[in-house]
């Protein structure tokens, strides 16, 4: 059902309940996870513009990347991992459909009024604009 399933990691604790939920889909569906983890930092957004290098940040997340890969590959699953910078919803929306990924999942973090619609913006736009399924799970 679902072969390839993109997972949004924050860098954050909220991961945790994430990753354990598609570690166990995964395995189940014998499915290949996509990490990404989209940096959205002032170089993030300005790295191709101004042909920048890479802030020690996105040298952290692409570490943060790998130590997840490593961990979920060691539960024998099929990882790969990808560091996107720029807007987060944008480019889930645009990894989502490039990647050709069956699902989308992501942590939520159960704002309510006024903090959803500052903090939840990204969970709104990609489970409103993908045209595949988006699985959210409440971070603890």
Do not use: C
């Not at 699953?77 to 919803?89: F, N, Q």
């Not at 006024?114 to 604009?129: A, I």
């Amino acid at each position: 059902m679902y072969q390839r399933i993109l997972v949004a990691i924050e860098h954050s604790p909220a991961d945790k309940a994430i990753l354990e939920h598609v570690r166990q889909l995964a395995a189940q569906m014998g499915s290949e996870l996509h990490l990404v983890h989209v940096a959205d930092g002032w170089a993030a957004r300005n790295f191709d513009r101004f042909q920048l290098r890479e802030s020690e940040e996105m040298k952290d997340d692409r570490d943060y990347l790998a130590k997840l890969a490593a961990d979920l590959t060691a539960h024998g699953l099929k990882v790969s991992t990808e560091l996107a910078m720029g807007d987060p919803a944008d480019e889930l929306i645009r990894l989502a459909e490039e990647r050709q990924v069956d699902l989308v999942a992501m942590s939520t973090h159960g704002h309510r009024f006024l903090n959803d619609l500052v903090r939840g913006t990204t969970v709104n736009r990609v489970r409103h604009l993908v045209k595949i399924p988006v699985l959210l799970v409440r971070a603890t």
